[in-house]
């Protein structure tokens, strides 16, 4: 491995999925047909070939609303009022919402671990370490305003021991900051800015006890009502450290000196003079076995038009000729989905240090289907190249629904004409969500709701398809607690959730195992 509210109207339909998914459904109400075959009122997916190209050429897969819509016509129109209608293969196992902390000082969410760049996940000297998002739980803000207090912490534990034998919260302790106070503030010296924030990113180990760590840095300039005054200023960067450990614990050093490596340019990626919303983040580096010697990023970022211009066309909607369930382009324009412009960016290092890239086009593009991409990762398996990403139900543009989750993609090459995944849908593992109901947020589930379609997000994809999230919110309660892994089988074009894995296909939470030894 490698690594707004829009109610969905019940209707009548049939779920159109893969055999493989079909034969996991045998016995539900509904009925499975074969790929090529619409379902009732829905569109065929559009054709995708899974053909690579150069890294460098200027081709960008589409993920298209004839592919979004699959995931709703996949989507039961029958179950009752505030149960799952999504597929069960694809649908995560209910967390209990008497789940644990994982440390009651500070909140976590986006969480990866210490890694090569074949996205292997090393132990240090007897210990496993993760990297995650955190914010100080008793500093007086709300764990929805965590973002802009976001700081990269560390945590550790003794390696090889089975769930069973560990806490219920998964044994981790919190080690601290990542970089020392004010250090990633350096990037922004010279301006104006309220609040400094670190997010996700990526972090690898080089000879030695080397660290790069690949993060985004963020600066916000707010008003005292929380309102930006210009838009947040946000940069991948990198700084090196290194990782010390003994047989009580582990500790990190270093990490003084950041260096900017990428900033939107407005010309493939949008910045914030485009759209104040733009996103841009969640660097994720990687070797490619196809093209020795070359290290690439995947990244979250927007295609680089004005918020709201009507550039949408016929090739992002992706009908085929003919589909009597195709929409018309104006129809799509005039209805607001213009401002949902995500992408997935690719960036090549010019050096061997890590400290210079330059951006190349994008390699997927999601126009008028979503505004985010988030985490993006690139996941080898069988000869075949796994794009996996997370975006909220939330963020679908008008006419387009489907879960909190992960969605995926499969290619030949790092740059593919890339399938996605399951029926053409792209969705690979969703929290248990009603899309007939109309939805609310984390913070203001809706009583018709399913009171877990927001348990956990911002997954991280690991070797042998474990999957690794936070908890949001379960019901009334919230989380910023790592939630229980689970594990994907990824095959050919289709994932299913490993029921055989934990209990019930859950299993402990924050099971996060390294799959190799460091040995420096």
């Keep these: 491995m490698r690594t707004i509210a829009k109610p969905g109207g019940r209707r009548t339909r049939r779920l159109v999925i893969n055999g493989a998914l079909s034969m996991a459904l045998i016995g539900a109400t509904y009925v499975a047909t074969s790929p090529a075959e619409a379902a009732p009122g829905f569109p065929e997916p559009t054709k995708h070939s899974q053909r690579a190209y150069s890294p460098y050429s200027d081709f960008t897969s589409k993920w298209t609303r004839a592919d979004a819509r ?28 008497d789940f644990p902390d994982t440390n009651p ?22 210990w496993e370490v993760i990297f995650a998002l955190t914010a100080d739980r008793h500093a007086g803000y709300t764990f929805d305003d965590r973002h802009i207090h976001a700081k990269q912490g560390f945590f550790y534990r003794k390696a090889g021991i089975p769930a069973s034998k ?22 922004f010296e010279g301006q104006t800015f309220t609040h400094q924030a670190e997010w996700s990113g990526s972090t690898r180990i080089f000879g ?24 947040a200023d946000a940069r991948i960067a ?3 450290g290194k990782i010390h450990a003994n047989k009580k614990k582990v500790w990190l050093t270093g990490f003084t000196k950041q260096h900017e490596l990428l900033r939107p340019d407005g010309v493939r990626y949008q910045n914030g003079e485009q759209n104040p919303f733009y996103n841009f983040r969640d660097p994720f580096t990687f070797t490619d076995p196809a093209h020795p010697g070359k290290t690439f990023m995947v990244f979250e970022g927007n295609t680089a038009v004005t ?10 909607l992706g009908y085929r000729p003919g589909d009597p369930a195709a929409e018309k382009l104006d129809d799509v324009l005039d209805s607001g989905a213009t401002n949902q412009q995500a992408n997935v960016g690719l960036a090549v290092a010019d050096n061997k240090s890590l400290t210079k890239w330059h951006f190349l086009d994008p390699i997927l593009s999601a126009n008028c289907v979503t505004d985010q991409t988030e985490r993006p990762q690139i996941y080898l398996k069988d000869g075949k190249y796994y794009l996996f990403t997370i975006s909220h ?4 543009a008008a006419g387009i629904d489907g879960p909190d989750g992960v969605y995926g993609f499969v290619g030949k090459g790092v740059r593919s004409d890339y399938q996605p995944l399951n029926g053409g849908s792209g969705l690979a593992l969703g929290n248990p969500t009603d899309l007939n109901t109309a939805f609310g947020a984390p913070s203001n589930i809706l009583p018709e709701e399913n009171p877990n379609a927001y348990q956990s997000y911002s997954h991280y994809v690991m070797p042998g398809g474990l999957v690794e999230s936070f908890i949001d919110a379960v019901g009334t309660r919230r989380g910023g607690s790592l939630a229980p892994t689970v594990r994907l089988k990824i095959k050919g074009d289709t994932t299913a959730v490993d029921k055989s894995y934990g209990k019930g296909g859950l299993g402990g939470y924050g099971d996060i195992p390294a799959n190799k030894r460091y040995r420096g």
């Design 70 to 97: 699959q995931i709703e016509a996949q989507s039961n129109p029958n179950v009752p009022a505030g149960e799952n209608s999504l597929p069960k293969p694809l649908t995560m196992p209910t967390v209990s919402g």
């Design 105 to 126: 000082d500070v909140w976590v969410w986006d969480t990866w671990t210490l890694t090569d760049g074949n996205a292997d996940q090393f132990s240090f000297k007897g």
């Design 166 to 187: 560990r806490p219920k919260n998964g044994g981790w302790i919190y080690g601290g900051n990542v970089f020392p106070d004010g250090a990633t503030a350096s990037l």
């Design 208 to 231: 030695g006890n080397k660290l790069r760590a690949f993060y985004t840095d963020l600066a916000f300039n707010r008003d005292s009502d929380g309102n930006d005054i210009t838009p």
């Design 238 to 240: 990198q700084s090196v």
């Design 307 to 316: 918020r709201g211009a009507r550039t949408c066309n016929e090739d992002d």
């Design 393 to 396: 139900r939330s963020t679908y």
